[in-house]
């Protein structure tokens, strides 16, 4: 195929469609049913014809480049919003041709030869299908082996797309332009709004393979492949605490810096890891303020601090349900304890608004390795108002291993399982935003305004050690 071929060739067909030459425009025309607007397309059609087709054949005669006119696009816009139903319209393909020529034009640095033979069939469009991406316009163009090369979009932005390609610092061959420009507005491919790839055919056979390349470009780049889930509600707090100036809050500076920064944050796996680390600090501090308190005052050894230590550092998840054990007793707000809050907001989710089905809550559960003391997988009948805090416990350990562990023979929670696992769907997902992270924001609000309670707050100023 020749390059003019390549680049015009669906762009005429296209602009045909809209045309008075188009087989559609009588039909539609017919089907209108008022003067006014029967006008306007009958004009629209005329100037699609007398404006763009006239000088693009031109240009197919003579091989010649075709100059994109500002009125070109202007044209094509005003046509998509008085008739976006027109049958088989492809008003955003043509929008992206005609802007991919006009880049193309400008980023030459020698006259391009229309009459050159280009073999189209080096490179294939693919479609993600329903995958999301971070990034919505990318490109890699390797000078030395042009199989290495791609671009990234997302078909919902053109105007970014566009934006991209006239950017002056832009830097990319011309023949990677044209191969993309004959893959849009073919008759085989029609581009509903996802993310494509032009890619090396050899590389396009394999769809993982293909997402697994453009994945580590991104990342080189210093760019997303992932798509953040934002967690945007504020503190969820049911039970409003009252602050005091009389209070030493200064011992919890470094906590606080930690929740500040959580409310920073947007993605929902940092800001859960965020409250975690929180809820980690007050694990390792709640047996010195234990300590503390019993003597009174009164120094203590190293090696009650080597002890307490190696306590914690043993089992985490048993440092972890000792913290739980202590808070739960303790009222959350109207009487009602944090151990009946969080079993009444846990079995709200699975049963009440049925957020989760069981079933997925079993499997979810499953994949976190969480088991029954007599053997088998935990289910969601297993949790009662009596074991909550341990539940809550090793769920809430369970997922925090999932997020910063990556082993191969370990569930590994990730933006994808998070949003759309093929099998529980988004039950992680639901489990944090409505369980976990509001549950852990109330204990972590209660343990540090709670007037200097015993679980985290030292009573003296110093430790005497001896």
Same mark, same amino acid.
């Given at each position: 195929?020749?390059?003019?071929?390549?680049?015009?060739?669906?762009?005429?067909?296209?602009?045909?469609?809209?045309?008075?030459?188009?087989?559609?425009?009588?039909?539609?025309?017919?089907?209108?049913?008022?003067?006014?607007?029967?006008?306007?397309?009958?004009?629209?059609?005329?100037?699609?014809?007398?404006?763009?087709?006239?000088?693009?054949?031109?240009?197919?005669?003579?091989?010649?480049?075709?100059?994109?006119?500002?009125?070109?696009?202007?044209?094509?816009?005003?046509?998509?919003?008085?008739?976006?139903?027109?049958?088989?319209?492809?008003?955003?393909?043509?929008?992206?041709?005609?802007?991919?020529?006009?880049?193309?034009?400008?980023?030459?640095?020698?006259?391009?030869?229309?009459?050159?033979?280009?073999?189209?069939?080096?490179?294939?469009?693919?479609?993600?299908?329903?995958?999301?991406?971070?990034?919505?316009?990318?490109?890699?163009?390797?000078?030395?082996?042009?199989?290495?090369?791609?671009?990234?979009?997302?078909?919902?932005?053109?105007?970014?797309?566009?934006?991209?390609?006239?950017?002056?610092?832009?830097?990319?061959?011309?023949?990677?332009?044209?191969?993309?420009?004959?893959?849009?507005?073919?008759?085989?491919?029609?581009?509903?709004?996802?993310?494509?790839?032009?890619?090396?055919?050899?590389?396009?056979?394999?769809?993982?393979?293909?997402?697994?390349?453009?994945?580590?470009?991104?990342?080189?780049?210093?760019?997303?492949?992932?798509?953040?889930?934002?967690?945007?509600?504020?503190?969820?707090?049911?039970?409003?605490?009252?602050?005091?100036?009389?209070?030493?809050?200064?011992?919890?500076?470094?906590?606080?810096?930690?929740?500040?920064?959580?409310?920073?944050?947007?993605?929902?796996?940092?800001?859960?890891?965020?409250?975690?680390?929180?809820?980690?600090?007050?694990?390792?501090?709640?047996?010195? #303020?234990?300590?503390?308190?019993? =003597? *009174? @005052?009164?120094? !203590?050894?190293?090696?009650? $601090? &080597?002890?307490?230590?190696?306590? +914690?550092?043993?089992?985490?998840?048993?440092?972890?349900?000792?913290?739980?054990?202590? #808070?739960?007793?303790?009222?959350? =707000? *109207? @009487?009602?304890? !944090?151990?009946?809050?969080? $079993? &009444?907001?846990?079995?709200?989710? +699975?049963?009440?608004?049925?957020?989760?089905?069981?079933?997925?809550?079993?499997?979810?559960?499953?994949?976190?390795?969480?088991?029954?003391?007599?053997?088998?997988?935990?289910?969601?009948?297993?949790?009662?108002?009596?074991? +909550?805090?341990?539940?809550?416990?090793?769920?809430?350990?369970?997922?925090?291993?999932?997020?910063?562990?990556?082993?191969?023979?370990?569930?590994?929670?990730?933006?994808?399982?998070?949003?759309?696992?093929?099998?529980?769907?988004?039950?992680?997902?639901?489990?944090?935003?409505?369980?976990?992270?509001?549950?852990?924001?109330?204990?972590?609000?209660?343990?540090?305004?709670?007037?200097?309670?015993?679980?985290?707050?030292?009573?003296?100023?110093?430790?005497?050690?001896?």
């Amino acid at each position: 195929m020749t390059t003019n071929n390549a680049m015009y060739r669906n762009l005429e067909n296209l602009l045909i469609n809209l045309s008075t030459d188009s087989d559609n425009l009588t039909h539609y025309y017919l089907g209108l049913d008022c003067q006014d607007k029967e006008a306007e397309l009958t004009d629209l059609a005329e100037r699609i014809e007398s404006e763009i087709i006239i000088q693009l054949k031109e240009c197919i005669e003579s091989d010649s480049f075709l100059t994109i006119e500002t009125s070109y696009l202007e044209l094509i816009r005003e046509y998509k919003t008085k008739f976006e139903d027109f049958p088989a319209a492809r008003f955003e393909e043509i929008l992206l041709i005609l802007g991919l020529i006009s880049s193309l034009k400008n980023n030459l640095d020698e006259e391009l030869d229309l009459t050159a033979e280009m073999d189209i069939s080096k490179y294939s469009l693919i479609n993600f299908n329903a995958n999301k991406f971070g990034t919505d316009i990318y490109h890699y163009d390797d000078i030395e082996d042009s199989n290495n090369s791609f671009v990234f979009f997302n078909f919902e932005k053109t105007d970014d797309i566009l934006e991209y390609f006239h950017n002056i610092d832009l830097v990319i061959q011309s023949e990677l332009i044209i191969q993309l420009i004959s893959k849009i507005g073919g008759e085989e491919l029609l581009l509903p709004p996802k993310f494509y790839a032009l890619i090396s055919s050899e590389t396009a056979d394999n769809e993982a393979k293909s997402k697994a390349y453009i994945a580590i470009n991104l990342i080189i780049a210093g760019k997303t492949f992932h798509v953040p889930y934002e967690y945007s509600k504020n503190m969820s707090l049911n039970s409003l605490r009252k602050l005091s100036a009389e209070n030493n809050y200064h011992q919890f500076k470094d906590i606080l810096t930690i929740l500040s920064e959580y409310n920073a944050q947007n993605d929902i796996l940092d800001k859960f890891i965020r409250l975690y680390h929180v809820i980690e600090n007050f694990m390792f501090k709640s047996p010195l #303020v234990g300590l503390e308190r019993k =003597q *009174n @005052g009164t120094p !203590f050894s190293f090696r009650d $601090f &080597q002890r307490i230590h190696s306590n +914690i550092s043993r089992s985490e998840l048993e440092s972890l349900k000792k913290l739980m054990s202590s #808070v739960f007793p303790h009222v959350q =707000q *109207n @009487g009602i304890t !944090f151990g009946n809050y969080i $079993f &009444q907001k846990f079995t709200e989710i +699975i049963t009440t608004r049925a957020l989760i089905t069981e079933i997925n809550f079993n499997q979810l559960i499953s994949y976190l390795g969480l088991e029954k003391k007599s053997g088998g997988n935990m289910e969601f009948t297993d949790i009662l108002q009596s074991n +909550i805090h341990k539940i809550y416990s090793e769920i809430l350990y369970a997922i925090r291993c999932s997020v910063v562990h990556n082993k191969e023979s370990e569930f590994h929670l990730t933006h994808d399982i998070l949003l759309s696992h093929s099998i529980i769907n988004n039950a992680t997902q639901i489990l944090l935003e409505e369980f976990l992270i509001p549950t852990m924001e109330e204990i972590i609000i209660f343990l540090l305004t709670e007037n200097e309670n015993d679980i985290v707050w030292f009573s003296n100023n110093s430790l005497m050690l001896w």
